[in-house]
Each structure stands twice: as C-alpha cells, then as structure tokens.
C-alpha cells in the first residue's frame, strides 16, 4: 500500500535489458524511498522471486533468455505473486502487444522513455493506495 502524496515505501523488482532503462527508473525509484532489485532477464527475475516478495514488479518485453511475457505467464503461474503487480515498461505500444501482456496479468503499461512523474503516476495507479479518506 502506498500513500497517495507520500514517498513510495515498497520493494520493486525492476527489470530491462538496457542498462540505461534501469538506471534511471532505479535512481528515481530510490529517491522516492522504494527498495529495488533489479534484472536484466526473465530468468534472473523468476531466479530473484524465490527470495524476494516484491510490492511491484516492472518489466521490460525484449530480454534475452526469457522475455517479459513468458515472465509475466511464469509469475502469475506462482500462487504467492498471483496478486502482485505488474507493470510493463516498453518503447513498442502496439494495441496487440498490450492487449496479450495484460490478458496473461500485467496491470499496466509504461511507455518509455519516461520521466519520474510519469513513473511514479504509473506505480501509484498500479498499488493500493493507503490515506483516502
């Protein structure tokens, strides 16, 4: 749960197979208080889940090994993250794509290139939020 003004206390499980993509999203992720993890491929981030129990995940499509679709199927096979979030962050926003990744369970998409505020509107959009009254 996430304050909606607050700073973002969550554990994020951040993944992208460009370098510079989790860079930035881990930096504006960090200063807005959350704990990342970070994945360069669906393998490493399903290797990560089984320790890590993350408040969001996000994630990139095009990854070596496994992309971010089989990932996102892999996840929501696994009964202890059936309701955790998932956003997708992605420079290809055909209606198709979006469309099949939210049918096997992403929450949401973010298009990049991105900038904080639109990063952080998306996880708040995608986390029950806490101080509504």
């Given at each position: 749960m996430v304050d909606?003004?607050?700073?973002?206390?969550?554990?994020?499980?951040?993944?992208?197979?460009?370098?510079?993509?989790?860079?930035?999203?881990?930096?504006?992720?960090?200063?807005?208080?959350?704990?990342?993890?970070?994945?360069?491929?669906?393998?490493?981030?399903?290797?990560?889940?089984?320790y890590l129990r993350p408040d969001i995940i996000i994630t990139g499509i095009s990854m070596p090994q496994?992309?971010?679709?089989?990932?996102?199927?892999?996840?929501?096979?696994?009964e202890y993250l059936r309701a955790v979030p998932i956003l997708v962050m992605s420079a290809n926003t055909s209606p198709v794509l979006k469309t099949r990744a939210r049918n096997i369970g992403a929450s949401g998409w973010l298009r990049d290139p991105f900038s904080k505020e639109q990063l952080m509107a998306a996880i708040r959009a995608a986390v029950p939020v806490t101080g509504e009254g």
């Open positions: 909606r003004d607050g700073p973002l206390d969550l554990t994020i499980l951040l993944q992208h197979r460009r370098i510079q993509m989790r860079a930035q999203a881990e930096a504006a992720l960090t200063a807005a208080g959350c704990t990342v993890h970070v994945s360069s491929d669906g393998i490493q981030g399903l290797t990560q889940l089984m496994m992309d971010g679709l089989g990932f996102i199927e892999a996840v929501r096979r696994l």
